[in-house]
């Protein structure tokens, strides 16, 4: 077995479609098993995974996800930007008929060329909290996990470490 953390992601990748059967199995194995003593297991390992992988060196999740925003969130980055709201918001979201913001591109606005973020004191609460492993009701979360699981280097690894913890697979 590989030496984790893997952080290549056309590695990633190649491998996450490769594990397509194994995770489907994983996903069924995770819903039957103790939500409270999965959580643990991700806690830990995310734990000790997230310091050894630097997001800078990736910044993959802000060139791939749609970022939700709130009104609270607009407002507090219109103002550190030095403009108002209803002009961040013509530049920077988009406004679905129900009222759902989302930055309106792909990749964020506030991406740097060197994967920081302009507004990283200011980013939005999506951003600070992925890729939110540290959220207890992992199992709940399945279907987001595994959507990101060829995305962020920090889920695969997780997710690996975890078949490995859990009995799930042996090395």
């Known amino acids: 077995m590989r030496t984790l953390p893997l952080t290549n992601l056309a590695e990633i990748n190649t491998l996450a479609a490769s594990k397509a059967t194994e995770n489907d199995a994983f996903r069924v194995f995770l819903k039957q098993a103790n939500t409270t003593e999965i959580d643990l297991y991700v806690t830990a390992l995310n ?3 997230t310091p050894t992988i630097n997001c800078l060196d990736c ?3 802000c060139k791939s996800l ?3 925003v709130a009104e609270n969130e607009v407002a507090e980055v219109s103002q550190y930007l030095g403009t108002d709201t209803k002009n961040f918001e013509e530049h920077f979201v988009e406004k679905g008929a129900n009222g759902m913001m989302l ?3 792909i990749p964020c606005h506030f991406l740097k060329t060197d994967n920081a973020c302009s507004i990283y004191e200011h980013r939005f609460n999506g951003c600070k909290e992925f890729p939110a492993l ?3 009701g992992f199992t709940h979360r399945l279907f987001t996990i ?3 699981y060829d995305r962020c280097p ?3 690894n997780v997710v690996e470490q975890l078949k490995v913890k859990t009995g799930f697979i042996s090395i």
């Open 134 to 136: 540290h959220i207890p």
């Open 154 to 156: 920090i889920i695969y």
């Open 66 to 68: 749609m970022i939700v």
């Open 103 to 105: 930055l309106n591109t």
């Open 47 to 49: 734990e000790s995974i």
């Open 146 to 148: 595994f959507m990101h």
């Open 59 to 61: 910044g993959n999740c």
